[in-house]
């Protein structure tokens, strides 16, 4: 079977940098460019995450600066406002904060991710508290992994597993993340579920699936009507 999923403890950056509920504007703007960040957990108590002050958090401050909002400012965006106004952490945050555990498994973060339009999820305990930071960068790491690594696990996992008899004439190749399974096979049923298995396997980014049944020959000639 295919190894175990990478999780979030696996990749995310630890210790996680967070502020304060009291932390100020300037403050939290010098700390996300000092960490290269563009979002900050912001957490209270023993470390408990209750919101998350990212760019776009901070950006209404910056929009409305020349002249002040406008009558119609005032109607149309209250929340980008309250923003431009706001001094504190606590008066900046998103909340609550979008949140995952460290046992998720990074095809899951990445969904919670897309879903929620963020770029960065705070990681917590059973108990909300900060234990790091995942990012979308962390998430790709999994695609560092070496063509090497990911021809021996197609073997191991998905050739000798689906095709046992003829695993070892079934020719298996991997470039730049890209598999390519070529060979004769006797159900060729199975291919489809080759390559759904392969796609599945982590670091993987596509697959070619080239196996053919036992008995066709592909110097056979093509045969036309009468």
Known sequence: MPDPPHIVSDVMTRPAVAVGRDARFKEI????????????PVVAGQGRVVGVVSEADLLPKEEFRDDGPT?????????ALAKAEAL??????????????????????????????????????????????VSRGDLLKVFLRSDEDIEEEVRRTVVSYLFPAVGHAIHVSV?????????????????????????????????????????????????TGK
């Open 88 to 133: 504190t952490a606590e008066e900046l945050m998103s909340a609550p904060a979008v949140t995952v555990r460290p046992d998720v498994t990074l095809a899951q973060a990445a969904r919670i991710m897309a879903k929620e339009h963020v770029k960065r999820l705070p990681v917590v305990d059973d108990e909300d508290r900060l234990s790091g930071v």
């Open 175 to 223: 470039r730049d993340g890209v598999v390519t399974l070529r060979g004769r096979v006797p159900d060729t049923s199975l291919n489809w579920v080759a390559e759904r298995l392969v796609r599945a396997l982590e670091g993987v980014v596509g697959v070619e699936a080239r196996l053919v049944g036992e008995g066709f020959r592909q110097d056979r000639p093509e045969i």
């Open 29 to 40: 703007v010098r700390v996300m460019e000092q960490r290269q960040v563009s979002a900050v």
């Open 71 to 79: 009558r119609s400012d005032r109607t149309r965006h209250r929340s």
